[in-house]
């Protein structure tokens, strides 16, 4: 059973760039199946951010695209997130999780157990 | 970009009882819409996909229903631990957009 599990700083200054890992075990980012961040601001609902495929191939969501970036690390079995220009509104609890198998993904069956990240200065 | 609504906001019922929750898309969604549960503290969880389909070790008490534009969770007779928010998710368009609804909190009555 594929286990998922997101590290990176908690605390991230306004303008910084976030950066978080979410490393995989029981499963191989390499496999044919797309791995995605999703995040949720306290008390608020859920808002994918984007995906990668093991080729490198990235989907962003429109509205945080221009401040985003996706990386994979086949060797180390982990995939990454960046978010650039960071400001409180970023502020939320971070998931990675594996999209639905196929070409392309459509629900995500497995997620990490998440990772809050705040920022303030 | 697909907008996602759930009804009612929030549902309070007591264990036992059906709990019928309810997810709209903005446009056609097709099948491909899912259901998730989360507690408190905790990641969301795959309940329902492809509409219908149970995920793997979901108890036969959930079950979805609907189509195109219309979408029902239904909790045949509520545990306790199925008190949680739901929430229903949808992806659209060729680059992919996933969307989630707002939730529907089930809390005991």
């Known amino acids: 059973q594929v286990q998922l599990h997101e590290s990176g700083p908690g605390l991230v200054k306004p303008s910084g760039t976030l950066s978080l890992t979410c490393a995989v075990s029981g499963g191989s980012v390499g496999s044919s199946v797309w791995w995605s961040w999703v995040r949720q601001p306290p008390g608020k609902g859920l808002e994918w951010i984007g995906e990668i495929y093991h080729s490198g191939k990235t989907n962003y969501n429109p509205s945080l695209k221009s401040r985003v970036a996706m990386s994979i690390d086949k060797s180390e079995n982990q995939f990454s997130l960046q978010v650039f220009s960071v400001t409180a509104a970023d502020t939320a609890v971070y998931y990675c999780?594996?999209?639905?198998?196929?070409?392309?993904?459509?629900?995500?069956?497995?997620w990490g157990q998440g990772t809050l990240v705040s920022v303030s200065s | 970009e697909i907008v996602l609504t759930q009804s009612p906001a929030t549902l309070s019922l007591s264990p036992g009882e059906r709990a019928i929750l309810s997810c709209r898309a903005g446009?056609?969604?097709?099948?491909?819409l899912a259901w998730y549960q989360q507690k408190p503290g905790q990641a969301p969880r795959l309940l329902i996909y492809d509409a219908s389909r149970r995920a793997t070790g979901i108890p036969a008490r959930f079950s979805g229903s609907g189509s195109e534009t219309d979408f029902t969770l239904t909790i045949s007779s509520l545990e306790p631990e199925d008190f949680a928010v739901y929430y229903c998710q949808q992806r659209s368009g060729w680059p992919p957009l996933f969307t989630f609804g707002p939730g529907t909190t089930v809390d005991i009555k």
């Open positions: 446009q056609g969604a097709s099948t491909s």
């Open positions: 999780a594996r999209g639905s198998a196929g070409i392309v993904a459509s629900w995500f069956d497995s």
